[in-house]
């Protein structure tokens, strides 16, 4: 499963806020709402947020195998 965790990291250290996101990069909830969820968004939404933030794939994404995601929850 994907998981956007490593991007709250990310935004936090850059001091960016998901309002930030919103109103200055014009994200839409919906958006912001899938990344909460760890649902899929475009590639090009995830070149976007690296634009953004100034970092690699992995400062946004990462991936974890269903079943340590599983023992982590």
Not at 20 to 32: A, G, V, W
Request: with cysteine.
């Amino acid at each position: 499963m994907i998981t956007y965790r490593p991007l709250w990291k990310t935004m936090k250290e850059k001091q960016i806020t998901t309002y930030t996101l919103r109103e200055t990069y014009h994200f839409s909830p919906h958006t912001i709402s899938r990344l909460r969820h760890d649902q899929g968004i475009s590639t090009w939404m995830i070149n976007r947020l690296c634009q953004i933030l100034e970092c690699r794939v992995e400062d946004v994404i990462e991936y974890i195998s269903e079943q340590k995601f599983e023992e982590n929850q």
